[in-house]
């Protein structure tokens, strides 16, 4: 069983900074691309933050260029980000999502239970 978790989240100031993590673990094979998603309040849907792919290539959302930095460490098999100057707007619940080749199960895409983010004035 394939299982992401995130851990990092919590509450700050605006201006501050959060450092976001996600580790898989589970019958992996390997790890393609990884990536942070973000669900505001009273959104419907998540919205794309940041990508990264197996080569280090990454994108990011307009909203947060120059603010967030995305990695990962392949050895440990996680994926973090890096908020600084973090914005009311940043609110919001993460959600990491990694596109996993496992025993059993194949090439898929999985994502971790989320980890909130408030950030106040």
């Known amino acids: 069983q394939v299982q992401l978790v995130e851990s990092g989240g919590g509450l700050v100031q605006a201006g501050g900074s959060l450092r976001l993590s996600c580790a898989a673990s589970g019958s992996i094979v390997g790890i393609n691309d990884m990536g942070w998603y973000r669900q505001a309040p009273g959104k419907q849907q998540r919205e794309l933050v940041a990508?990264?792919?197996?080569?280090?290539?990454?994108n990011y959302a307009d909203s947060v260029k120059g603010r967030f930095t995305i990695s990962r460490d392949n050895a440990k098999k996680s994926v973090s980000l890096q908020m600084n100057s973090l914005q009311l707007e940043d609110t919001a619940v993460y959600y990491c999502?990694?596109?996993?080749?496992?025993?059993?199960?194949?090439?898929?895409?999985?994502w971790g239970q989320g980890t909130q983010v408030t950030v106040s004035s």
């Open positions: 990508t990264i792919t197996g080569g280090g290539s990454t």
């Open positions: 999502n990694s596109k996993i080749y496992a025993l059993g199960s194949g090439l898929r895409g999985y």
